[in-house]
């Protein structure tokens, strides 16, 4: 096995990406299509209702969430 197989980040074998998770495995959180805009409170709604999962893993620099909070909030 390769340093890259070990170390599926890539770049620096030190770097980890993050692993990001909602508590008590609901479906909150989805990615944002586009990170290079700001999402709307309707806009992130929807894409958690259509894409929402409990985590997101290998998170790279630049990627973008959206998450529903037990409150009814968006973030």
Known sequence: MGRRDRHPGGGNPRTVNPTISVPDSADNLAPWADPGTTATPQECLESVERNGSYGASNVQPG??????????RVA
């Open 63 to 72: 990627e973008a969430f959206c998450l529903l909070t037990v409150e009814g």
